[in-house]
């Protein structure tokens, strides 16, 4: 999932559940929980502002070629 996000360079999260549904239309088996694991617990996923200034986007917290 963070490798997903890293390839598209973030997915929009305005909505959280709009950056699952996000992820999962390009990740097998994930779930809307595996998401906010993701960004809650594991913290893989931080959600802040990038590119446009009025629109969160979920990034990876760390370079998947690390």
Known sequence: MTRVAWDVCGVQAQVS??????????????T??????ALWKQRTLIKTWAMRGHSTYSHPTASPHT
Do not use: C, H, K, T
């Open 17 to 30: 559940s709009g950056a699952a549904l996000s992820l999962w239309a390009r990740v097998n088996d994930i």
């Open 32 to 37: 809307i929980q595996d998401v906010e694991d």
